[in-house]
C-alpha cells in the first residue's frame, strides 16, 4: 500500500479539464511545500511535470497546474490532449523518517 | 543536455548481489543529491535511496537499509547501487535520478532487475 493516496483512474474528452488527488497525511503531504508529480508514458521513465506544489519545469505546458490544500495535493490537466493519457504519480517528501514517498499511480485516460 | 544512464541490472538468484551504476552527464554532477527509484512490473514508484553531494549523507527506505548502499564517484560522474540479500520482492526497473527542488527533475531510462531462482 502506498504512503499517499491516489484515486487509480481518471479520464476525461479531448478539450476538458480532469484534475487528480494526492492524499497524505501532516508528516509528508500537510507538513511541507514539497510536493511534485510525474508522468509516465508506457515504457518510460517518469517526467517532472510539477514541483514545489505548484512549479513547472521549464518545457511543460501551462495546462498543466497543481495545488495543495491541508493534507491533499492536487494536479489538474486542463484542455485534454490525447497526448495526456499516461500514469501521473505524486511525490512528498516526508522528514527526516520517511524522506521520500510516493502515490500509486493514476491512470489517466483521454476519451 | 542532462542524461543519465543506468546500467547493471540482470536476472540474480534470491540471496544474490547485483552493482547498478549510473552515468551522468550534462551538468554538474557534485552539486546535486542524487538518488534511486524502483518500479516493479505494472506497479507503481517506490523511492529506494538518496545520497548528498559529498557523499556524508546516504538516506534509505525501510526495506532495503542493511542490504542495499548507495555511493558516488564525482570524479567519474557517476551513482551507484549495491544491492546484497536480493529478495523476489526488490524485482523492478530501477532509476537512478538527480534531486533539484525537493523533486526528481532527471530520470535515467530505468535498468531491470530480476530476482529469480
Known amino acids: 500500500q502506498s504512503a499517499l493516496t491516489q484515486p487509480p483512474s481518471a479520464s476525461g474528452s479531448p478539450g476538458q479539464s480532469v484534475t487528480i488527488s494526492c492524499t497524505g497525511t501532516?508528516?509528508?503531504?500537510?507538513?511541507?511545500?514539497?510536493v511534485s508529480w510525474y508522468q509516465q508514458h508506457p515504457g518510460e521513465a517518469p517526467k517532472l511535470i510539477i514541483y514545489?506544489?505548484?512549479k513547472r519545469p521549464s518545457g511543460v505546458p501551462d495546462r498543466f497546474s497543481g495545488s495543495k490544500s491541508g493534507n491533499t495535493a492536487s494536479l489538474t490537466v486542463s484542455g485534454l490532449q490525447a497526448e495526456d493519457e499516461a500514469d501521473f504519480y505524486c511525490?512528498?517528501?516526508?522528514?527526516?523518517?520517511?524522506?521520500?514517498?510516493f502515490g500509486g499511480g493514476t491512470k489517466l485516460t483521454v476519451l | 543536455e542532462v542524461q543519465l544512464v543506468d546500467s547493471g541490472g540482470g536476472l540474480v538468484q534470491p540471496g544474490g548481489s547485483l552493482r547498478l551504476s549510473c552515468a551522468v552527464s550534462?551538468?554538474?554532477?557534485?552539486?546535486?543529491?542524487m538518488g534511486w527509484v524502483r518500479q516493479a512490473p505494472g506497479k507503481g514508484l517506490e523511492w529506494v535511496a538518496n545520497?548528498?553531494?559529498?557523499?556524508?549523507?546516504?538516506e534509505y527506505v525501510d526495506s532495503v537499509r542493511g542490504r542495499f548502499t548507495i555511493s558516488r564517484d564525482n570524479a567519474k560522474n557517476s551513482l551507484y547501487l549495491q544491492m546484497n540479500g536480493l529478495r523476489a520482492e526488490d524485482t523492478a526497473v530501477y532509476y537512478c535520478?538527480?534531486?533539484?527542488?525537493?523533486?526528481?527533475?532527471?530520470w535515467g531510462q530505468g535498468t531491470l532487475v530480476t530476482v529469480s531462482s
Open positions: 535520478a538527480r534531486n533539484s527542488d525537493w523533486s526528481f527533475a532527471y
Open positions: 501532516s508528516s509528508d503531504v500537510g507538513g511541507y511545500n514539497h
Open positions: 550534462g551538468f554538474t554532477f557534485s552539486k546535486h543529491w
Open positions: 511525490s512528498s517528501y516526508a522528514g527526516s523518517n520517511n524522506f521520500w514517498v
Open positions: 545520497i548528498k553531494q559529498d557523499g556524508s549523507e546516504e
Open positions: 514545489e506544489v505548484s
